[in-house]
């Protein structure tokens, strides 16, 4: 399974998120967001808003699924935990 999360690094539901896929052994790829600087803060803050309509986060894709929040029983669904 393809996990990626884009995150904030000051964002608490953001930790919670990345501490469940920790805790369950979930490989994944993480863009923390507000560390970005430049052109490259500028695409991935264009890239969350193309994928969820906005800015919340965190925003998570699991296989392609959309995941804004954190949303532990959609996530546990997700990855058939």
Request: proline residues 2%.
């Amino acid at each position: 399974m393809t996990v990626k999360v884009f995150a904030l690094s000051t964002c608490p539901y953001c930790r919670m998120a990345r501490k469940y896929l920790d805790d369950n052994g979930v490989a994944y790829e993480v863009v923390e967001v507000d560390l970005l600087e430049g052109d490259e803060r500028s695409a991935a803050v264009a890239e969350v808003k193309e994928i969820s309509g906005g800015t919340s986060f965190p925003v998570m894709l699991l296989d392609g699924e959309l995941i804004v929040g954190f949303n532990k029983k959609r996530m546990k669904e997700l990855l058939g935990l």
